[in-house]
T-cell receptor, first 115, second 112 residues
Framework: NAGVTQTPKFRILKIGQSMTLQCTQD?????MYWYRQDPGMGLKLIYY???????DKGEVPNGYNVSRSTTEDFPLRLELAAPSQTSVYFC??????????????FGPGTRLLVL | GQQLNQSPQSMFIQEGEDVSMNCTSS?????WLWYKQDPGEGPVLLIALYKAGELTSNGRLTAQFGITRKDSFLNISASIPSDVGIYFCAGINAGNNRKLIWGLGTSLAVNP
């Protein structure tokens, strides 16, 4: 298993540009999550999904959109990039059933710089 | 949003020393998780705790689920240079739809 994979690893955007951060998991997990981590800070939940076709807002959803057309993929879309979106973005997944199923597994992250 | 109180914020220790860090919450949790994040990487799960009072070890790491269900601690014994990183606690309470609530992390530096 590759686990959770994210692309790209690093990207520089100009203000107002758009991009999609890709996330794929091969563990057949039902739940997937997008977090952002600002320097020296913890993780903040942007969006999450409990299964294909179902998404919901997290703590900081403004400026982002997500879709979940398959179990494996959970892309995060930035429509009009702003400097405040400079951050490291982590995708995670969990099985979502039972106590052990709540454990989240993380991808390596995408570092985004908006100038 | 809700966050856990994690302390200390940072530690600088000598190789071979033991380390202790903890997390507290004002609400009850069903699950406590401890993650480590290496520089430039995503968090990796170290230990998961599912029952109040549970004490679990993973090599030199030991973590406990507090009996009140509002706290957890992580101990690292005989630290080595590769223990360097940021340690995060995270918890799940029953009414939170499996969303993790995170601490702000403990940054650990180990002097060889």
């Amino acid at each position: 298993n590759a686990g959770v994979t994210q692309t790209p690893k690093f990207r520089i955007l100009k203000i107002g540009q758009s991009m999609t951060l890709q996330c794929t998991q091969d563990m057949n997990h039902n739940y997937m999550y997008w977090y952002r981590q600002d320097p020296g800070m913890g993780l903040k939940l942007i969006y999450y999904s409990v299964g294909a076709g179902i998404t919901d807002k997290g703590e900081v959803p403004n400026g982002y959109n997500v879709s979940r057309s398959t179990t494996e993929d959970f892309p995060l879309r930035l429509e009009l990039a702003a400097p405040s979106q400079t951050s490291v973005y982590f995708c995670a997944s969990s099985y979502g059933s039972g106590l052990a199923g709540e454990t989240q597994y993380f991808g390596p992250g995408t570092r985004l710089l908006v100038l | 949003g809700q966050q856990l109180n994690q302390s200390p914020q940072s530690m600088f220790i000598q190789e071979g020393e033991d380390v202790s860090m903890n997390c507290t919450s004002s609400s009850i949790f069903n699950t406590w998780l401890w993650y480590k994040q290496d520089p430039g990487e995503g968090p990796v799960l170290l230990i998961a705790l599912y029952k109040a009072g549970e004490l679990t070890s993973n090599g030199r790491l030991t973590a406990q689920f507090g009996i009140t269900r509002k706290d957890s601690f992580l101990n690292i014994s005989a630290s080595i240079p590769s223990d360097v990183g940021i340690y995060f606690c995270a918890g799940i309470n029953a009414g939170n739809n499996r969303k993790l609530i995170w601490g702000l992390g403990t940054s650990l530096a180990v002097n060889p």
